[in-house]
C-alpha cells in the first residue's frame, strides 16, 4: 500500500503531517457505553457480583458449610447445596440481567457509531 502525505501548516508556524491512507495517530471518535466485552464479561461481572456483601457472605458461609461436611473439624446442620444453590440462582439471574443491559448497550453504540456524519473542513 502506497503511503500520500500532506503538509497542513499548523499553529505558530509549525508544520505537521497528516497520513491520509495509513492508520491515523489520532484517537477516532467512536462511542462506547458499554461495559464489557465477550472474554472480559465473566471475570468483571462475577467481580462485580461478590463486592456485594451479601453474595459475598452467602459464598463464604456455603464454603464453611462444604467444608463442615467434608472435613471431620466441625460438624453443619445443613447441607451446604442449600446454601450455595440460591446464590447459584440469584447470580446467574443478576448475570443474565448484566449481560441483557450490556447487550443492549453495544446495540446503541453501534447504531451511534454508524450514523451517517458530515465533515467540516
Known amino acids: 500500500m502506497k503511503e500520500s502525505w500532506c503538509v497542513i501548516p499548523a499553529d505558530r508556524g509549525t508544520v505537521r ?11 477516532d471518535n467512536t462511542v462506547t457505553t458499554s461495559k464489557y466485552t465477550l ?7 462475577l467481580f462485580g457480583q461478590f463486592r456485594r456483601f451479601a453474595n459475598l457472605y452467602f459464598l463464604l458461609i456455603g464454603l464453611l458449610m462444604f467444608f463442615g461436611e ?17 446464590l447459584a440462582i440469584v447470580i446467574s439471574v443478576s448475570l443474565i440481567s ?20 458530515q465533515v467540516l473542513k
Open 39 to 45: 472474554f472480559s464479561f465473566f471475570p468483571v461481572a
Open 17 to 27: 503531517r497528516v497520513c491520509i491512507s495509513a492508520p491515523s495517530p489520532y484517537i
Open 70 to 86: 467434608s472435613t471431620p473439624f466441625f460438624l453443619t446442620p445443613y447441607p451446604s447445596l442449600t446454601t450455595l444453590i440460591p
Open 98 to 117: 448484566v449481560a441483557l443491559t450490556d447487550m443492549a448497550r453495544h446495540r446503541a453504540d453501534d447504531e451511534v457509531n454508524h450514523r451517517p456524519t
